[in-house]
Each structure stands twice: as C-alpha cells, then as structure tokens.
C-alpha cells in the first residue's frame, strides 16, 4: 500500500520538545515502513523521521501555532504532493476540509482536538467523505451522533524508553502550562505528601505564561522545581526517575501520550479520571485514579504498592506501536475496499 501522512506544521517529526501528536506520527510513518508499505511524510523541512517526507515549509511554525496561513500553505502544497498515493492520513485541522477538491482520493483524518469544542461543529460535515479516527471513546461522547469510523488508542515502542529505578525520589509533572492540564494542583499534592516535584512543561503561548506568574511560580522552591521545555533525551531521564507521573486534569483530556510514556519507563500515573485517563490507567496496577490533591497525596505514598513492571508490560502490550498500526492498516484496507 501507498501511504502518505499528512503533519501538522508546529513541530518537527519526531519532535525535538513538546509534541504528542507528532510522536505519534513518527510511531505510525516508521511502523507502516517497517511493514513494507510505501510511506510518504509530509512535515517540516527540519523533521528527522526515517522514512521519505516532503515539505513547503523549511522550519516548524511552533511560534505561530493554530495560524491560519501557514497551516493551510503547508496542507495546499501536502495535498499536491500525495495525488498517487493510495491513501492519505491527514493529522492537521485544515487539510481534511481539502478533501472534496479531489474526490478520488481516499483521505481518513485523526481528530487529535476535544471535541467539546469548536471542533464538533467542523467535522459532521466532512464525515460521509472523509472517515474519522478517534483516540479514546471519550472524545466522542459529547458528539454521541459523530459517525466515527473507529477509535484508535495511541501506541509507543516500549524499547525505546529507559525503564527506570524503583524510586527517584520526586515526582513529575510533563504537559503545557495550563490550568486544565493542573501544575498548581500537582504542586499541592506534592506538598501534602512531603515529596519533590519537577516540573518540565511547555509554556510559550501568551495564556501559558500568565498562568505560569499568575499561579504556579508563586509556588516555586522547597522542592517543587520547574525545569522549562525539556528535549526528548531529558524528557525520558526525567520519566524514568520518577517516583510516579501527576496528572491531576480537569478537562476532557482525548488522550495523554505522557501517561503511557510514562507506564513506558515503569513509572506509574496517578491521575484524576477525566476524559480518556480511565481508558489508559489501570486503577492500582499501573496507577492510582484519585478525586481531589488530597487522595492525591496519599496515592504518592502508596506507590510501592505497584510493580512497576506492570507498568511497562501494559505499553509493550496493549499500548504498542505494533498494535496502532495494525489497526491503522485494518481500517484503511477496510476503507479501500469499500470505495
């Protein structure tokens, strides 16, 4: 089979910094090459994966991320480049809505967004021309009439990730600076259970960094330490030592590649259940699902509890590259067919 994927323009692939989709995406473009299919990556002049790519643009647009022009440049020149593929996986928001202008191309679409959202209102339309992966059942449940094509969870390469000690003695906070993401309530967690906390997180949107003065460095010192936008290499060190991942979210999160990063290294989660959370961790064996900081807290200090080596069977199981892609390759020769 021929296949073209189409990436966002923020980040390279694989990233360098922050990037859960497009780590996904080089999961997916090196899997279906490993299998003998024909790959195509349309990305960033910058990007590493190791398979053929094509690009218009010479550098990741990270500084003007969710612009309109340089996304629709990018997904205008992407759908010029794939017209002999033999199906095209779009990952941006713009390119699928490109679809209709060449109908005899197949193109299926990830929604990586919420679709409580703007989002919702977006895809209905393109549905019965372009099918649509999800990547949690959560996701879909506010837009219960959403015609789903199938839902998708994400995949790692557990090789890839250090497995880790029994305790580094801190915890870890790893996402955006955000209120919905919660740094200040894993910071009251960490406090309460009389743990250190580093913190490694992305923070170069202007709501970011407001959030960041306004209510998480007040907080700094005495343990709790925030360590910037880390690279790939600190990243994984950083997981691997950790005495367990904080996920405290209020928000309909579609995924979380961090939590299964995370389970990766050996590292277990303790989250609060919102979106897909209860569909990744498996409450008291490859974390804790808790309400509040304070169940929190004490979930910190139960994690010798948990072998971590369950932690890291559930990635080289169920949350595999190999199992992503098989069910990616499923769905397109099931979609080929059909047309």
């Not at 080089?26 to 094509?54: N, Q």
Request: aromatic share 8%.
């Amino acid at each position: 089979m021929r296949i073209a994927l189409i990436a966002p323009p923020w980040t390279p692939v694989p990233p360098e910094l922050y990037g859960g989709i497009e780590l996904v995406i080089d999961r997916l473009a090196r899997g279906f090459d490993r299998l003998g299919h024909e790959v195509l990556l349309f990305t960033t002049g910058e990007s590493t994966c190791p398979v053929p790519k094509a690009s218009v643009l010479a550098h990741a647009e990270g500084q003007r991320i969710g612009a309109a022009v340089p996304e629709l440049r990018h997904a205008l020149a992407a759908y010029e480049a794939v017209q002999d593929y033999d199906i095209v996986h779009d990952h941006t928001i713009v390119g699928p809505f490109l679809a209709e202008r060449f109908p005899d191309l197949p193109v299926v679409t990830t929604i990586h967004g919420d679709l409580e959202g703007e989002l919702a209102h977006l895809y209905g339309p393109i549905a019965d021309r372009v099918p649509l992966i999800a990547i949690s059942k959560s996701q879909c449940v506010p837009v219960p009439d959403l015609p789903v094509a199938r839902v998708i969870h994400h995949g790692l390469d557990a090789v890839d990730f250090p497995f880790g000690a029994l305790d580094g003695g801190y915890c870890l906070f790893l996402g955006r600076m955000s209120p919905d993401k919660g740094a200040h309530r894993a910071i009251a967690a960490a406090r309460k259970a009389g743990v250190g906390l580093k913190m490694a997180a992305k923070m170069r949107e202007p709501a970011e960094m407001e959030y960041f003065e306004n209510e998480v460095e007040p907080l700094l010192g005495e343990g709790i330490e925030y360590l910037g936008e880390v690279p790939h290499h600190q990243k994984l060190e950083l997981l691997a030592g950790a005495r367990a991942l904080l996920f405290p979210i209020r928000w309909r999160e579609p995924f979380g590649m961090v939590m299964i990063e995370a389970m990766a290294c050996g590292t277990p989660v303790i989250a609060f259940p919102e979106g897909a959370v209860p569909e990744v961790v498996e409450d008291g064996k490859t974390g804790f699902l808790v309400d509040d900081e304070a169940e929190m807290a004490d979930a910190i200090n139960r994690v010798n509890e948990l072998e971590r080596s369950d932690c890291r069977a559930a990635v080289e199981g169920y949350f595999s590259t190999d199992r992503m892609v098989a069910e990616h390759i499923e769905l397109f020769e099931t979609i080929l067919d059909s047309r």
